[in-house]
């Protein structure tokens, strides 16, 4: 057996922690200590996913560097292994972990080797839900996560975090009970959990819209679909920078690779049926919320809105059925993933000097931080979808990919191209220009080396990705292919028996 | 017949040294600590002698008394769940001044009385067992005779308890008026033809097992014992009769009433969701902690009956794991319950433990991991004890009952977060009192690394629980 690597990079950040857990802070502000140990678990675990990442043969559809191993006897065994899909939500986690790590060095005042900890075991569990090959172990990494993130928001959280903490907590544990049931039942149903049996043996049509169903509740709670969103912008706006950073770049994406590898994998034929309430609920998601989100006045809730539209286009590209629509889908949740991140960093850095989220507190801020509003621009533009940046390629593709399918939806779905850039750039003019009032800002200093560090990194991937996104699309290509080769036969031989 | 004695040797074993305890704290002054020592030690031998035992299912005493794998593994339990019971609460014995000889006899008498309930095959030596049981929870519950509220609960305890055993009983006459036997295999075998007698019989034995387990609509007295008692006598409750319990109420299901599984699944349903939902929705309110747990077992007995009344082989041994860490989850909690003391007192209050998790992390850090099992968050084992469960109700597709089951869990998850937040969330009060107490930080570190270590290798218990089968 090869070494295995899928179960390294998943339990290394566990071993981290525990040697973060391990050590001794010097006094009660510093610890040095834990944080080194943090870093170089979350580095080594970076770099580790990029050898798999150039390792990983990108012109197989079949799953690759699989582990198996008896789990629980008689019943399900513990499977890992990965596909295109995957290992790009696995390279986005494992570079987004770092970034966390050091933003939090600055902005995290007390208890911060708990908080590291919490992050090193949520980046276990995250990976562990895109490695995972079989429905019960991924369900155990899927909820396992709630434990961490609910600790993340409520103990290092804003005013309202009990609240905001809660709501996450139990909306997101009541939409997944049902896919509970849901993976019991198919095993009743197939004789197994595992998710390439599963693929071959094929579910029974008269079940799969119910089945369908159960997962949909879960998936649409974590994406987040309107209307059951209402929990993102409570636990972006209380949570620390660090915790709306892996909410906004990874926890929203295990719905997304949710619904391509379980809900479009396994129920093609549910997946077909319910395409007109995905289309809906999309399309409201993405005007609706575009709209909420320019009203807001905390620039958190506004970027957790416009967090909720993207994804909108997400589910949208991925219920398109098509190439374009499905590999837009995915670039959209990488890119997305990096530039929602990036501007919940922008909005940490002015939060950690001026301590106000409000957008009319600020106004001029061009004039003191020159560096920041330069960088902040880069990922405004990317938010509205700027050609040149990573997030252009998704939304344009996803668009494409839906015109090929239904017009109507397409042409609604673009007007939320149009209040993107609305919202984002009425943001980025209330913010770093206008008159300079506040005189808490004029105080301000520019970017920290580590800040500019992050923030340039995260920069230079979204312009590179903007202008050439071959290596994403190299990578999904063939497990693209190979699912929509799947539901199409799929659909065409039940289809014939009809 | 006299070769069976043979097969009663921990029996034999644990009521001698009854005896010998009994007259040696009698004639001896101030014995508790020394009987309380030498009570630690003899579970350790009975749990030897009960593995010592070789034997393959077999019946002694005109099959009366049932030797199976089922029945030492849930002595075994027992056992080992009062092991850490007893070595958890004896500075709590101290600190109330309750250090009296008997408790720890008492404790002994009740075990005794867990085992003949769990072994029995008659209904007799069921019942006899089962009052033994009672009547030893009865002292143990009013044991702090000089506190109003303990002997409240002992008082509340034994009127209540003492109607259902005589349901209980009634139950039985009736069914042997109508079955002709107090075998169990003889009632399996006459029960079969659909006769309203043995319904009747069954409805009222099942009344009197409900009670006992505490589950609804036969609960009331559940929160009023476990908030009166001293917390040592609770902890018993929270876990050692409900093994018995459960375990009798698995024999019963199927071994006399197997023949009738249509009768009562739908009754058992009934009561599993109804206890799910109570327990759920009534401890939102709670403050006192041990209020709280109360209903919180009220909850956990809804899951481990929904197992029983799927009536299917792997309905049962779902339940077996479920009691199973049903108990690892409450020695932990329990374990917590006892370090809860500040300025010499023992606080029960909930409120009280607001930010807790700076002054003493480790020990926070443990009850938070409890409390997310006991709220069945993977991948700690309150979550394998759940899906176990749910397997097979699903596999005898009762959805509905998996539905109820899975959202209540979600409305159970809010009382137990609901104590995270105070611990973690809130702004800290004084420490608790420091005492060196390597019992309760035994059983919590213990409790702890099972519950928080199970997800690795969840089939560790399915080698021992597969081999055993249905009677």
Redesign the interface.
């Known amino acids: 057996m090869n070494f295995p690597i899928l179960s390294s990079i998943t339990f290394l950040p566990l071993i981290g922690a525990f040697f973060v857990f391990l050590t001794k802070s010097e006094s009660n502000q510093v610890n040095k200590g834990a944080i080194y140990v943090s870093l170089f678990t979350s580095f080594a675990n970076f770099f580790l996913v990029l050898f798999l990442w150039y390792s990983f043969d990108k012109s197989s559809p079949n799953f690759q560097f699989v582990e198996e191993a008896?789990?629980?006897?008689?019943?399900i065994k513990f499977k890992f292994g990965i596909d295109g899909i995957s290992i790009l939500f696995i390279l986005l986690t494992a570079f987004i972990i770092p970034i966390c790590v050091i933003s939090c060095v600055n902005s995290i005042k007390n208890r911060l080797k708990?908080f590291l900890i919490a992050i090193l075991v949520l980046e276990t569990f995250m990976i562990g839900v895109f490695c995972s090959l079989d429905l019960?172990i991924f369900?155990?990494?899927f909820?396992?996560g709630?434990?961490p993130m609910?600790?993340i928001i409520?103990?290092w959280g804003g005013p309202r975090?009990?609240y905001s903490?809660?709501k996450f907590?139990?909306f997101t544990?009541?939409g997944s009970?049902?896919m509970?049931?849901a993976i019991?039942?198919i095993?009743?149903i197939t004789g197994t959990t595992d998710v390439t049996e599963i693929y071959k043996i094929k579910i029974p049509a008269e079940f799969q819209n119910l089945l369908w169903l159960a997962f949909f509740s879960s998936f649409a709670v974590k994406m987040p679909m309107w209307p059951v969103h209402t929990w993102l912008p409570d636990a972006h706006v209380e949570a620390p920078t660090a915790g709306s950073v892996i909410l906004a770049a990874i926890l929203l994406k295990m719905a997304g690779y949710g619904f391509l590898r379980f809900s479009v994998g396994m129920f093609p034929l549910a997946s077909e049926y319910f395409t007109p309430l995905v289309f809906t609920l999309s399309v409201i998601a993405i005007i609706y919320t575009s709209l909420v989100a320019l009203m807001q006045d905390d620039m958190k809730k506004l970027i957790a809105y416009s967090s909720v539209a993207h994804m909108g286009y997400v589910t949208l590209g991925i219920f398109t059925f098509n190439k374009q629509g499905i590999e837009g889908g995915i670039i959209q949740m990488f890119s997305h993933g990096l530039i929602s991140a990036a501007l919940f960093l922008c909005v940490g850095v002015l939060y950690d000097r001026a301590h106000s989220r409000l957008i009319n507190n600020y106004g001029g801020v061009v004039n003191i931080l020159p560096k920041y509003s330069f960088i902040l621009m880069i990922f405004v533009l990317g938010t509205l979808g700027l050609p040149g940046t990573s997030g252009f390629v998704g939304e344009f593709l996803v668009l494409v990919g839906a015109f090929k399918v239904n017009f109507l939806v397409a042409i609604l779905a673009s007007i939320g191209v149009v209040l993107a850039a609305a919202y984002i750039l009425w943001l980025y003019k209330r913010v770093i220009f206008g008159k300079l009032e506040n005189n808490q800002i004029k105080e301000m200093k520019d970017l920290n080396k580590s800040e500019m560090g992050v923030l340039v990194s995260i920069g230079i991937l979204v312009i590179f990705f903007g202008f050439y996104p071959e290596p994403l699309f190299n990578t999904v290509n063939v497990s693209v292919d190979n699912l929509i080769n799947n539901y199409n036969m799929e659909i065409n031989r039940l289809s014939v028996l009809k | 017949m006299i070769n069976a004695i043979y097969f009663l040797i921990p029996e034999i074993f644990l009521s001698l040294s009854v005896f010998v305890f009994i007259i040696f704290g009698v004639f001896k002054k101030n014995s508790f600590d020394l009987i309380y020592k030498a009570t630690i030690i003899i579970i350790p031998v009975v749990i030897f002698l009960i593995l010592n035992n070789n034997f393959e299912n077999i019946k002694i005493f005109n099959n009366s008394f049932a030797l199976d794998e089922f029945s030492s593994f849930m002595k075994i339990l027992i056992l080992v769940s009062s092991f850490f019971v007893l070595i958890m609460s004896k500075k709590y014995i101290q600190d109330i001044k309750n250090n009296k000889f008997e408790y720890p006899v008492i404790m002994l008498i009740a075990i005794l009385g867990m085992f003949f309930m769990v072994s029995s095959n008659d209904l007799i030596l069921f019942y006899l067992g089962l009052e033994l049981q009672s009547l030893s929870l009865y002292i143990l519950a009013s044991i702090d005779r000089d506190n109003l509220r303990s002997s409240e609960a002992g008082i509340k305890y034994f009127v209540l308890s003492a109607l259902s055993s005589g349901l209980l009983l009634y139950g039985c006459s009736l069914l042997y008026g109508f079955t002709g036997s107090t075998n169990f295999q003889v009632i399996s075998n006459n029960v079969g033809d659909i006769n309203i007698g043995t319904i009747f019989a069954m409805i009222f034995i099942l009344v009197g097992l409900a009670f006992k387990v505490s589950a609804v609509p036969f609960h009331m007295w559940t929160p009023d014992v476990y908030e009166g008692s001293p917390t040592s006598v609770t902890s018993f409750f929270a876990i050692v009769p409900k093994i018995a319990g459960i375990a009798v109420f698995i024999r019963f299901m199927y071994s006399p009433f197997q023949n009738i599984l249509d009768q009562w699944q739908y009754i058992l349903v009934f009561i599993s969701i109804a206890s799910m939902i109570l327990g759920a929705v009534a401890a939102i309110n709670q403050k006192n902690i041990k209020r709280l747990i109360a209903y919180s077992s009220i909850s956990h007995m809804g899951y481990a009956i929904a197992g029983i009344s799927t009536g299917t082989e792997s309905g049962f041994k779902s339940t077996i794991i479920y009691i199973l860490i049903y108990s690892a989850m409450n020695i932990g909690f329990f374990a917590f319950v006892f370090l809860m003391k500040r300025s010499g007192k023992y606080i029960e209050d909930i409120n009280e433990l607001s930010g807790i998790s700076k002054n003493h992390p480790l020990a926070a850090l443990s009850l938070l991991i409890v409390l997310f099992s006991l709220a069945g968050i993977p991948p700690l084992a309150g979550f394998f004890a759940k899906f176990y469960i749910f397997m097979s109700v699903i596999e005898s597709g009762m959805y509905a009952l998996a539905i109820i089951g899975l959202v209540t869990t979600v409305v159970s998850a809010f009382y137990y977060i609901r104590i995270v937040k105070v611990m973690y969330f809130d702004s800290p009060k004084k420490p608790f009192e420091n005492f060196k107490n390597y019992g309760v930080y035994g059983s919590l570190i213990f409790s702890c690394i099972f519950l928080s270590s199970f997800f690795m290798y969840p089939s560790i218990f399915n080698g021992i629980i597969s081999k055993i089968n249905i009677f």
Do not use: T
């Not at chain 1, 008896?70 to 019943?75: K, N, P, Q, T």
């Open positions: 008896v789990w629980i006897s008689g019943f708990e019960v369900y155990l990494f909820e396992a709630l434990i609910f600790l409520g103990i975090r009990v903490a809660f907590f139990l544990l009541l009970v049902l509970l049931i019991i039942s095993y009743w």
